[in-house]
């Protein structure tokens, strides 16, 4: 079946938490800025041209949806006149319209178009890496300055589904995503129970996933992870969090899926965030890897997530 349209990309993750400043300050601390803030919602953003990437509203501790981009302003109507739900003002800073979807596992799915950008933010410690083979940096020395890693821009999410079947469907369906590794159960490679899942931007090449949607009884997130540019700001990042007491995750190593250096680390209220850079980037032609369920998140190097469990 055909998709009712392509988005081209994640735009934001949205919660609730009964804290915004306790949000905002462990937000800072792993790399992002504040956008705006109101008396009961909090906007935070990456070091790139989106408005913002997380949004924190009043309430108790709950993950409660994404925002996705729409290419077009057409994409939103097609979207609206296929499924019946309006296109809508964004009531939010950074303004734009929308259409608010749900899907089976009751998350608020925006696809959205037309949110304001803003200037990209300085990143810290852009250093040029010398190689093996390669030798380009020439008479500069390295001195990492501490701090936070400075995200550079939300790259995907990694959601729990009770019905991963009519979830994955949902996603390709509406949003029109194509799959970049799926892992099955037992011997049958047709019983697929998870799917690694990469926008359609045709020839253009666009990161190994942007959603995975995992079977778990129970809904809730797996993580949200925010590009860093390079290993150093996965270890600078580290440092700086470890220093203030968070609570680390897993990490650092690199999976076999998507390939990406990674460190995870969790909020104060539990939901799990991560640091990764230097992700696998697939396109329209690339083939879809099948994979055993145990392979899901294998690492290359690194901590396996049984031993980190």
Known sequence: ????????????????????????????????????????????????????????????????????????????????????????????????????????????????????????????????????????????????????????????????????????????RHLGFLNSDVCYDGDDEDNVMLAFNRCDRGEEFVDHHTLLTAPVPEKGLGHIAFEVQDINAIHVGAAHLEAKGYKHSWGVGRHILGAQIFDYWFDPFGFRVEHWTDGDLLNNASEMGVHPYSNRFATQWGVTEDERL
Do not use: W
């Open 1 to 172: 079946m055909e998709p009712i349209i392509k988005v081209i990309d994640i735009a934001y993750a949205r919660f609730t938490a009964p804290d915004l400043d306790r949000m905002e300050t462990f937000l800072t601390d792993f790399g992002l800025h504040r956008a705006a803030r109101t008396d009961t919602a909090l906007y935070m953003r990456a070091h790139g041209t989106d408005h913002h990437v997380h949004i924190t509203e009043l309430g108790e501790p709950e993950f409660v949806g994404l925002g996705f981009h729409a290419g077009s302003a057409e994409d939103l109507d097609t979207l609206s006149r296929e499924t019946g739900h309006p296109v809508l003002e964004i009531g939010e800073p950074g303004g734009g319209k929308m259409v608010r979807l749900q899907d089976p596992d009751g998350y608020v799915i925006d696809v959205v178009h037309g949110i304001e950008t803003v200037e990209p933010l300085p990143v810290r410690n852009e250093i040029v890496t010398n190689f093996g083979s390669e030798h380009p940096r020439k008479g500069d020395v390295v001195r990492l300055e501490p701090g936070p890693a400075p995200c550079l821009r939300l790259g995907h999410a990694v959601i729990h589904s009770s019905d991963f079947r009519a979830s994955d469907a949902f996603y390709k």
